[in-house]
């Protein structure tokens, strides 16, 4: 099994900054690609940007130019650095990766992380 941990959430002042990281742990093959989704209260949950193996992104229209995520493939760890934060970008964060376990190598499968709260006040 692979596990996601999340971490760095909390409430920051609209235009502040916060940085989310995402530890995959467990019996890890492999990692795909890695991505952030938010659900705010009573909306369904979005992605908010995608990164692959190499380093390739991709970024909702909402968050672009001032969202980036960054992997550290070697430490299992995918980032997401947010400034100029809006009240708008308040939600619940969760890191999601498309992985394999040692135990079934060739079985690809999505892993979700239990999520971290981001409020921005305005």
Known sequence: QVQLV???GGLV???GSLRLS??????????NDMNWYRQAPGKQRELVA?????????????VKGRFTISRDN????VYLQMNSLRPEDTAVYYCNAEAASTKNRYV???YWGQGTQVTVSS
Do not use: H, P, W
């Open 50 to 62: 995608t990164i692959t193996t190499v380093g390739s992104t991709n970024y909702a229209d909402s």
């Open 13 to 15: 002042q609209a235009g």
């Open 108 to 110: 690809l499968m999505y």
């Open 6 to 8: 999340e971490s760095g």
């Open 74 to 77: 070697a430490k299992n760890t």
């Open 22 to 31: 995402c530890a995959a742990s467990g019996s890890i093959f492999r990692i």
